[in-house]
């Protein structure tokens, strides 16, 4: 028996996507393999039990092995947990801010807004509104509702308690757990096909949870000691669920919820089956629930839903993030007050700032619809233009693209305007997987994303893994540092095979469209050459004509080297996420960090200055792919600072296109000479702010 005690570095700790990881890799292995946190010790090859150590960022766990393999199990383990069990560490997922439990009253004073959900643009947010009767709770999707409440209620399932033949109950609840496999199999398709994001992975995880063998077992032991299917079956989830809900950390407790909809997923089949949701009126309502499940949430008709208020619930649960996916205005954890609300009063629902006004005088009525009609008209008309170029008032063209991680998006882009990809991260195709995509694999993603586009350039950005994220199949020594260890370009180079595969599979694929090919996390001029020598030779070999190169400026040494680097390459892409990390020295997962870590500081903002004089001098160009180009503080000195392209979420481009055509470029301009003399974000902040 081994033991080995580890650091959970995940910024949300062991929530469900990393305890998904930890456990399919700790399947992998013959020995009994356990682990423990605190005073619990758990099955280390079933995700509940997992979930249930509420391991939160920076705790300690203990992972025993015992059995044939237990050394190469430990190590493994080692290294999952170690590189993130596929969370991408990189990308500032700073745990979201808690948000207040409700006050014993039923009211929350305004919560924070949720770390997972977009910061709304500066220039949309809605005010309160003020009316008499005003409930209070945490903001969970953004938008205004207007209409009749209706209290949502699912019909009580009556359960026998006890059974006289356990075999005959197990064969009963294995069908129902059969039947409860095939519905979700179902849903999960329909999210795939609705919803673009991470959202289908909640499905997958309630898949997971279904097969889970710990729950399994524990509902058959309750049979076996005389309870009905049913019965058994709801004491072992109800147990999970409580443990969960207990939990101190806001994200896992909010996971209690999706243990309770896989039970009554099990529960209704083991009735007989049946419609998942209950009835509504014919008209449209804002939904007044306890706590919508996320099958519940993601049944909900948008155009008969107008928005919901639940009585429990937080801003990082499931609910709220499908609420958000849908475009559904929400607020969450309001109270059981809610329960008195009657059906058919008219109410005013502000998922920005989580209120809920009851019966509105007409005043407020009037100036909710009127913010309400301004949203609507302004992204209706955002989106409605949003195929038409962003040019400045004084007919100065931005180029606006997307930043992409797959086909789904690559369409999804052509829609909301995109005039290309600025950035796709090719390293989706290479995580959470057992082993690295093949040529022939990575030739047909990309392939179909230069397809998608319908000839318009796409920038590929070779693999971007490292110390910081993970892949499981390129075990990375440790390192003290990983942001600053074998990252980005630095590790392909130091590992030619992976670069080269993908390499071929990019110019392979570079006859379907109009490829670009760019390399992140360049700091050395070295690190440039040796890329650029591999492209050669492997457009040598394939007989392939040029295609453009450029290199992203992540790094201050690549921003000071800018004059050097433009002579050699077509263009440079800015990653301001991580040209702010280590131009400020902040680690950009650094919860504690993250306010200071802003790119707006003109440190930053210097280095993008420079950047883009050396690519122009050199008659070459200059994207921004980083979060700062959907800023709206930063889009009007990017556009000032001659920035030639913006690549921002796909989501996000008809709003920037919109900006960028109320700017002149001479104002901008004025307005960068004036964010680049500032000596803080705040004053660059309050600058842009006053003269706009
Ligand atoms: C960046 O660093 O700004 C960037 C776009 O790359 P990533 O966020 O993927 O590291
Ligand atoms: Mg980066």
């Not at 008709?301 to 475009?327: D, K, S, W, Y």
Request: glycine content about 8%; hydrophobic content about 45%.
């Amino acid at each position: 028996m081994k033991e080995l005690d580890l650091i959970v570095p995940n910024p949300t700790g062991l929530h469900a996507r990393p305890a998904k990881v930890f456990v399919k890799t700790a399947k992998q292995f013959k020995a009994d393999i356990r682990v423990k946190h605190g005073s619990k010790k758990v099955n280390a090859k079933s995700v509940i039990s997992v979930l249930t150590l509420g391991v939160e960022m920076g705790g300690t766990i203990s992972i025993v092995a015992d059995g044939p393999d237990e050394d190469e199990a430990l190590a493994v383990l080692k290294d999952a947990v170690e590189t993130g069990l596929g969370d991408d560490l990189s990308v500032g997922h700073a745990p979201a801010p808690k948000p207040e439990k409700a006050k014993t009253n039923g009211q929350v004073d305004a919560a924070p807004a949720p770390a997972s959900a977009p910061p709304p643009p500066v220039a949309k947010q809605t005010p309160a509104l003020s009316g008499d009767k005003i409930v209070r709770a945490i903001p969970a999707a953004a938008g205004i509702a207007i209409g009749p409440l209706h209290q949502f209620k699912h019909a009580e399932i009556t359960i026998e308690e006890t059974a006289a033949d356990p075999e005959t109950e197990k064969s009963r609840l294995e069908k129902a757990i059969d039947a409860a496999r095939t519905e979700l199999e179902g849903v999960l398709e329909q999210v795939k096909k609705q919803l673009s994001g991470s959202e289908s992975e909640i499905f997958e995880a309630h898949l997971e949870i279904l097969d889970d063998p710990e729950l399994k077992e524990a509902a058959v032991d309750n049979i076996n000691n005389g309870q009905s299917a049913g019965h058994g079956w709801q004491a072992a989830v109800e147990s999970v669920a409580s443990t969960m809900a207990a939990l101190k950390d806001e994200t896992l407790a909010a996971r209690a919820v999706d243990f309770r909809d896989v039970g009554n997923r099990v529960l209704r089949a083991l009735s007989g089956g049946g419609q998942a949701g209950p009835e509504l009126p014919d008209h449209s309502v804002i939904l007044i629930a306890n706590d919508l499940t996320p099958s519940d949430t993601v049944a909900l008709n948008p155009g008969q839903v107008l928005g919901f208020c639940t009585a429990i619930g937080g801003a990082n649960g499931h609910t709220a993030i499908l609420a958000r996916a849908m475009g559904i205005p929400a607020m969450v954890g309001a109270g059981e007050d809610i329960f008195n609300l009657e059906n058919g009063v008219m109410a005013i629902l502000n998922g920005d700032t989580g209120t809920l006004t009851i019966s509105p005088d007409e005043e407020a009525l009037a100036k909710a619809k009127g913010i309400q009609e301004e949203h609507e008209a302004r992204n209706a008309a955002e989106l409605a233009a949003a195929k038409e170029p962003a040019i400045t008032k004084d007919d100065h063209r931005v180029e606006v693209v997307a930043n992409i991680g797959d086909v789904k998006e690559a369409r999804k882009a052509m829609d909301f305007g995109a005039e290309g990809v600025g950035l796709l991260r090719t390293e989706f195709l290479f995580l959470e997987r057992d082993k690295a995509p093949t040529e022939d694999e990575q030739f047909e993603v990309y392939r179909d994303i230069l397809l998608a586009q319908e000839g318009q350039p796409v920038i590929a950005r070779t693999l971007d893994v490292g110390g910081d994220k993970p892949l499981a199949y390129l075990p990375v020594d440790e390192e003290e540092n990983p942001f600053l260890g074998q990252r980005g370009i630095r590790l392909c180079l130091a590992r030619p095979e992976l670069l080269r595969t993908q390499l071929r599979a990019l110019l392979r694929a570079s006859s379907y469209g109009r490829l670009r090919i760019m390399f992140p996390m360049i700091t050395t001029f070295e690190d440039w050459t040796a890329a650029k020598r591999m492209v050669a030779e492997i457009q040598n070999e394939l007989r392939m004509g040029p295609v453009e190169l450029g290199i992203m400026i992540e790094v201050p040494a690549a921003a000071l080297l800018a004059p050097a680097f433009a002579r050699e390459v077509d263009f440079f892409s800015i990653g301001t996420n991580d040209l702010t990390q280590y131009t400020l020295a902040m680690d950009r997962t650094n919860p504690a960090l993250s306010e200071q870590a802003d790119g707006l500081n003109p440190a930053v903002l210097s280095l993008i200055d420079r950047t883009v004089k050396a690519s122009h001098s050199a008659g070459k160009w200059t994207g921004v792919c980083g979060e700062l180009a959907a800023n709206p503080i930063a889009v009007p000195i990017l556009v000032g600072l001659g920035v030639d392209e913006l690549s921002c979420s796909v989501p996000a481009i008809p709003a920037v296109k919109a900006q960028v055509r109320t700017l002149a470029r001479s104002t901008a301009e004025h307005l960068a000479a004036q964010a680049l003399a500032c000596a803080t974000a705040t004053e660059v902040r309050r600058t842009v702010e006053s003269l706009l």
